[in-house]
């Protein structure tokens, strides 16, 4: 289903609204959204002018980062206001992938698994990756000890998910299905030359991330929105 594109801050139209921007956070949402063939709106936020800083923004997340997603009723009422991108991917699987086709019901053995590999992705591999682009690519002074300290452990991150998907052995990071785990991993490691990461030691994790990037629907999903105009966040 096509993304409709909004502008406005105070009111939101009916149904599933994204406020989002290319970077990684804000692809797993929508990679998701688009393997659900959901229809939705997106807000498009401009994280370099700060529009998450915003009062408004802060309203719906007082974190002020990307993305949330808003579920609106059909008088304009905000349903819910999700932040934090594993939440988000939960609360989607939870209304609307009903047949478990994108993650594991509570009661198959995969469940905590799954989640396992969500958290280690928001604990680990987030935080460590934006440190390592913040100080490769932001921050006025270069600093080469953070700089080595943000590379070594996103390399180390890096080779336990290259050990998981050897372990499970069947192309996903859990079970035999695409999954949370990937989506919520995927945006990241697929941002390694962006953050000067060489996939030449993780063989099959960049297998993995070939085998994912090649889907038609992550090539929609990684432009959502368009990240023309953003050259900073480009490979
Ligand atoms: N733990 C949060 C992290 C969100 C995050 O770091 N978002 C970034 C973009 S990928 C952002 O909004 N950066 C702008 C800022 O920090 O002000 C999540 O998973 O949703």
Redesign the pocket.
């Known amino acids: 289903m096509p993304a409709t594109y909004i502008k406005e801050t105070s009111k939101f139209p009916e149904g599933l609204t994204l406020l989002s921007?290319p970077?990684?956070?804000?692809h797993k949402i929508s990679l998701f959204l688009e393997f659900l063939r959901l229809s939705y709106h997106v807000k498009r936020i401009d994280?370099f002018a700060?529009e998450?800083?915003q009062d408004w923004f802060l309203k719906l997340n007082p974190n002020?980062?990307?993305?949330v997603l808003l579920n609106v009723g059909k008088d304009g009422e905000i349903i819910d206001a999700v932040?934090?991108?594993?939440a988000i991917l939960i609360y989607l699987a939870d209304k609307f992938d009903k047949d478990f086709k994108y993650h594991y019901a509570a009661s198959d053995p995969h469940y905590y698994e799954e989640l396992v590999w969500i958290f280690f992705q928001?604990a680990n591999l987030?935080p460590n990756q934006?440190n390592l682009l913040y100080f490769l690519r932001l921050c006025p002074e270069n600093i080469p000890y953070c700089i080595v300290r943000y590379t070594d452990e996103v390399n180390r991150v890096y080779n336990v998910l290259e050990g998981q998907l050897k372990k499970n052995g069947t192309g996903y990071l859990v079970g035999n299905k695409l999954t949370l785990a990937d989506f919520t991993t995927w945006p990241w490691v697929n941002r390694h030359k962006f953050s000067k990461i060489s996939m030449e030691k993780f063989p099959v994790l960049e297998q993995w991330r070939e085998n994912i990037a090649q889907l038609e629907i992550t090539k929609i999903a990684t432009n959502i929105p368009p990240s023309e105009a953003w050259g900073i966040i480009e490979d």
């Open positions: 921007s970077t990684p956070n804000g994280v700060n998450q800083k002020g980062k990307i993305p932040f934090e991108s594993a928001m987030g934006t």
